[in-house]
């Protein structure tokens, strides 16, 4: 296996990932249950309020409840959410000023094995979030078909996406301010990917940038999963984050190796 990928992967990745669950479960995790909390009030404060005053909304040619199409939404942000966090702002403290990953990659594990361990451990997180709140979807009834039993399978692949690109993004900073940007890129991504109204509101063109934006098609799928509208476009919604998975993984595993094994 060494041989075969050219020394970047030792087979242990499940080595990276128990350390990090243990330093999570001992001391962050209060951050990790407040993070389901911010949904979960989206979910009351508009879906169930101001759900009210809307009344229905269209989506894929069938009529749903406003918070029946936001509680979705939501959902495949939970999932975006946790994974950006864990792979982002942990790996940055662990890259710059706990320097653990210099003497993992003195030991056998390869920068692949690294890449794995901390990308399926913020694949975790955000699973956990996901799952908390698919809970409270199915025991309000937001949930109209039995395949939103396939949402959850689809959280995975949002959260996969996001931890595997969001931690080769981040081993290009150095600074605290520079984290300002994962920000100012996710708020505007979390309101205009059709996360509280349809993208029909906006001119074709701010249409297709926002098509070309990752969360969106996580809404997308989870939206049509968890209201039972199921079409082709669905497996594009995967394949678009299939692609994002394969260039996160190829761009982490070349920055840890042209940072630690020069």
């Known amino acids: 296996m060494n041989r075969l990928l050219g020394g970047v992967f030792a087979g242990n990745p499940g080595a990276v990932m ?5 330093a999570t479960k001992t001391t962050n995790w209060l951050v990790v249950v407040s993070g389901f909390l ?26 749903v409840s406003y918070a029946a199409f936001i509680a979705p939404a939501l959902l495949a942000t939970s ?8 792979s ?15 003497g993992m990659l003195a030991t056998p594990l390869g ?3 690294v ?20 809970g409270v979807m199915w025991a309000v009834g937001l949930n109209l078909s039995w395949t ?9 692949i949002i959260a996969f996406g996001f931890a595997s690109l969001g931690m080769g993004i981040v081993s290009f900073m150095k600074t605290f301010t520079q984290m300002d940007w994962i920000f100012f890129v996710l708020l505007p991504m979390f309101l205009l990917s059709s996360t509280f109204f349809p993208i029909t509101v906006y001119p074709r063109a701010v249409q297709i940038v926002i098509q070309c934006l990752p969360l969106w098609h ?10 039972g509208v199921i079409t082709s476009a669905l497996l594009w919604h995967v394949l678009y984050y299939a692609g994002m998975i394969a260039a996160g993984l190829v761009l982490t595993t070349t920055r840890l190796k042209a940072l630690f094994l020069k």
Do not use: C, H
């Not at 128990?18 to 243990?22: E, L, M, N, Q, V």
């Open 79 to 86: 999932a975006m959410n946790g994974a950006v966090m864990d």
């Open 88 to 102: 982002t702002f942990n790996v940055f403290f662990k890259l710059n000023f706990g320097k653990l990953y210099e």
């Open 111 to 113: 920068p692949l094995d």
């Open 18 to 22: 128990a350390r990090s669950w243990t």
């Open 115 to 134: 890449a794995l361990g901390e990308i399926m451990m913020a694949l975790l997180r955000g699973a956990l979030y996901g799952l908390a709140f698919l």
């Open 218 to 227: 996580g809404i997308e799928l989870v939206r049509g999963l968890t209201t």
């Open 148 to 156: 939103a039993l396939l949402a959850f399978p689809a959280l995975l």
């Open 38 to 63: 911010e949904p979960v009030l989206y979910l009351l404060s508009l879906g169930v309020g101001l759900g009210r005053l809307i009344g229905t909304v269209d989506t894929g040619g069938q009529q």
